[in-house]
């Protein structure tokens, strides 16, 4: 039985992949910047991570489960399109 993807393991993933390309770094961190909560340092843990109900909302939306984890090609897609037509 194959264990489900986990936020941990996206993480990893990416961190692998923005490691031997240099512009998906880029990317990744403005995207993730993009989606941290509003004034996190107000809160802990203290890291500029995106709000769970949010998060929550977005993975339902996209997904259909509000506890999904998205797939890696998906997440680098979405930070290379957000480059691309947002500019940033």
Aim: charged share 25%.
């Amino acid at each position: 039985m194959a264990s489900s993807p986990s936020w941990t393991a996206l993480a990893a993933r990416l961190v692998g992949r923005a490691l031997l390309s240099p512009q998906l770094a880029v990317d990744l961190l403005r995207t993730g910047w993009a989606f941290r909560r509003r004034e996190w340092w107000r809160k802990a843990p203290f890291l500029p991570v995106p709000d769970g109900p949010y998060l929550r909302w977005r993975m339902y939306t996209a997904y259909g489960d509000e506890a999904a984890v998205p797939p890696i090609e998906d997440v680098v897609r979405f930070a290379r399109w957000r480059r691309e037509t947002m500019g940033f």
